[in-house]
């Protein structure tokens, strides 16, 4: 059994900070690539950013150079470090891993999803 658990959201002003945390617990060997993803109302779920196990990183282009997205491979735990926040970022942020759980099988698991709201 494996689970995700998101914290971090919360309403905030813009130009303000937030951060995200996604921690894995579980059966797990090992985790692969990792990513968060939003969806604001009335609007398709997106990619936010997005990394590698080596380290690689991808952004959307309405986050970069505002958002970084990181990993602890030893915690199994993925983080999203939000500035200069905007009303246009406000969302439901979902984190998405994909997991090894047992030799040659490799599983994709969703975070509950956590609420980031930005005021004007």
């Known amino acids: 059994q494996v689970q995700l658990v998101e914290s971090g959201g919360g309403l905030v002003q813009a130009g303000g900070s937030l951060r995200l945390s996604c921690a894995a617990s579980?059966?797990?060997?090992?985790?692969?690539?990792m990513g968060w993803y939003r969806q604001a109302p009335g609007k398709q779920r997106e990619l936010v950013a997005d990394?590698?196990?080596?380290?690689?990183?991808n952004y959307a282009d309405s986050v970069k150079g505002r958002f970084t997205i990181s990993r602890d491979n030893a915690k199994n735990t993925l983080y999203l470090q939000m500035n200069s926040l905007k009303p246009e970022d406000t969302a439901v942020y979902y984190c998405?891993?994909?997991?090894?759980?047992?030799?040659?099988?490799?599983?994709?698991?969703w975070g509950q999803g956590t609420q980031v709201t930005v005021s004007s």
């Open positions: 990394i590698t196990s080596g380290g690689n990183t």
């Open positions: 579980g059966r797990i060997i090992n985790s692969d690539a």
């Open positions: 998405h891993i994909k997991l090894w759980v047992v030799p040659g099988l490799r599983n994709d698991y």
